[in-house]
């Protein structure tokens, strides 16, 4: 084999070698923001869940311990946050739950209506996030 064939043989070889690198090094970064994301959906899920049933017990129940809206407070401000971990769709959604919420609790717990506008902003984020979901590879 000639020099110069030797040579052309070991730049391939290093560049198949640095292009293979890149892209698992791309991969890896793709699979981490998927897993974050995955896991902000899922959490962001769960608190969904928690705070539909807060509002029902408020509303329905009239239960002022497990349907306290300090405690709602507490889930808008954490599914905002998660939400900044997950596309802006998501994001609008919880800022749109988060001015609902703040409009609509003092009077959840006697008005039908606070009720479906509440339940109707926790749906709408809920829906954002599981297409999120469905997205993810």
């Known amino acids: 084999m000639t ?4 040579n052309l043989l070991t730049l391939l070889s290093l560049l198949v070698a640095i292009l293979a690198l890149a892209y698992s090094a791309w991969r890896q970064q793709e699979n981490e923001r ?41 889930r808008v401000g954490l599914i905002n946050d998660l939400s900044m971990l ?16 703040g409009r609509e609790w003092p009077t959840l717990r006697d008005s039908e209506e606070s009720n ?6 926790v749906q709408a984020a809920r829906q954002s996030v599981l297409d999120v979901l469905r997205q993810l590879h």
């Open 3 to 6: 020099p110069a064939r030797q």
């Open 34 to 74: 998927n897993h974050n994301m995955r896991d902000a959906a899922f959490r962001t899920l769960t608190e969904l869940n928690e705070l539909q049933l807060l509002t029902d017990y408020a509303h329905y129940e009239k239960d002022t311990e497990r349907g306290n809206p300090i405690n709602g407070w507490a």
């Open 86 to 101: 997950l596309p802006p769709p998501v994001q609008a959604k919880a800022a749109d739950l988060k001015a609902v919420w």
């Open 116 to 121: 479906r506008r509440v339940t109707a902003a």
